[in-house]
């Protein structure tokens, strides 16, 4: 009833003029509206002398800025140079400089109405160019275009998940206040692991160091896990054991059907594994406490090995190859 929108107030007047035609009295039509009479009054007044009109349009505006126009420019201009985390050091400047003080409400209001908001920065890694990462992309589409029967394409990488609670958002009742164990260890899982889009088989292995033996390993598993193909092409990043000598001699061997593709540098965006690898933290690490390394390395095994094969339906849009250019010119990068 008293949200400030204009249509409604519009819509309360309409109503308002229409139950006096109808013989209702101004006490009757406040009660109705949750309005005083005297409200009502002021509009049939205004409708008797100035016709419809001059309900029709609210014509309210809000109180004068305490700043002149050319102050806020320079506020923004301020602003838009660097990154304030707190409205404090954003009172204290115009305070200062415009000699103007305002509430943290309504400096907050002051920013919304000038066009900012309060956003967190996304990290944003170091990229390839935009040419290298338009050729990949041109690449797999290509391959997956035209890939025989006795082919297939897995993406490959290693993550490490740390022994340690990780908070994460959710919705909870106002007032409340949610929280969850944390543990006092900092071991990791290693897990050097692969996998094929089109039918979600993840082969991985749990080496006790992620290396060029894991990466054989992993090479070594997703072969026997695909007896009936020709060519298994293997899509990961420039790591140094991912091209170390022995990747290089198992590739050597005269039955290796292994085809490996780079990714270009600093590109996590161009391989869906990484997706995986977030989903797994969702299902496994995120609000969730382990009593022992033992229990964390469990469930991470599990994930791997029951969850990914039986509910890989329910993320697999998640972990997709809808692949996109990205360069810094699409952001405001901090400095």
């Given at each position: ?8 107030g ?8 229409l139950?006096l ?15 005083d009479?005297?409200?009502i ?7 008797r002398?100035?016709g419809?009109d001059?309900?029709?349009f ?17 506020l923004?201009?301020?602003l ?12 204290a400047?115009v305070?200062?400089?415009f000699g ?7 400096c ?11 956003r967190k920065p996304?990290p944003?890694p ?7 990462q ?7 589409e ?5 890939l ?6 897995y993406?490959?990488d290693?993550?490490?998940p ?8 959710g ?5 409340s206040?949610?929280?969850v ?9 290693n897990?050097?692991g ?8 993840a082969?991985?292995?749990?080496p006790?160091?992620v290396d ?7 090479l ?9 193909k ?5 899509i ?16 050597a ?5 292994i085809?490996l593709?780079?990714?270009?540098p ?14 797994l933290?969702?299902?496994v ?5 382990y ?8 469930a991470i ?9 039986q509910e ?10 809808n692949?996109?250019v990205i ?9």
């Amino acid at each position: 009833m008293r949200r400030q929108r204009e249509d409604h107030g519009i819509a309360r007047r309409a109503n308002a003029i229409l139950l006096l035609d109808d013989g209702k009295s101004c006490q009757e039509i406040s009660d109705f509206l949750y309005l005083d009479d005297d409200t009502i009054r002021g509009w049939y007044k205004s409708y008797r002398q100035d016709g419809w009109d001059a309900l029709a349009f609210d014509g309210w505006k809000g109180g004068q800025s305490r700043m002149t126009q050319a102050q806020e420019a320079t506020l923004c201009a301020w602003l838009e140079a660097r990154f304030c985390r707190s409205t404090v050091e954003i009172r204290a400047h115009v305070a200062a400089e415009f000699g103007v003080k305002y509430s943290h409400s309504g400096c907050i209001k002051l920013l919304a109405r000038l066009g900012f908001e309060y956003r967190k920065p996304k990290p944003l890694p170091r990229v390839a160019s935009a040419e290298k990462q338009a050729a990949f992309i041109a690449l797999y589409e290509n391959l997956m275009r035209g890939l025989p029967a006795d082919e297939a394409v897995y993406f490959a990488d290693a993550v490490h998940p740390e022994y340690q609670t990780k908070p994460a958002f959710g919705w909870v009742k106002v007032g409340s206040n949610p929280a969850v164990l944390s543990t006092a260890g900092r071991g990791r899982v290693n897990i050097h692991g692969a996998v094929n889009l089109e039918t979600f088989d993840a082969p991985f292995v749990e080496p006790t160091t992620v290396d060029g033996v894991s990466a054989v390993q992993l090479l070594t598993k997703v072969e026997e896990r695909n007896p009936d193909k020709r060519i298994i092409h293997v899509i990961w990043d420039n790591a140094a054991y991912h091209k170390g000598p022995d990747v290089r001699a198992f590739l050597a061997r005269a039955a290796c059907r292994i085809h490996l593709i780079q990714l270009p540098p600093y590109c996590p965006h161009l391989n869906p594994i990484e997706r995986l690898w977030a989903v797994l933290h969702h299902y496994v690490t995120h609000n969730r406490y382990y009593r022992s390394q033992k229990q964390f390395a469990d469930a991470i095994l599990a994930f791997m090995r029951e969850t990914i094969p039986q509910e890989w339906k329910k993320f697999r849009d998640k972990v997709s190859d809808n692949f996109r250019v990205i360069t810094h010119e699409n952001f405001r990068v901090l400095e």
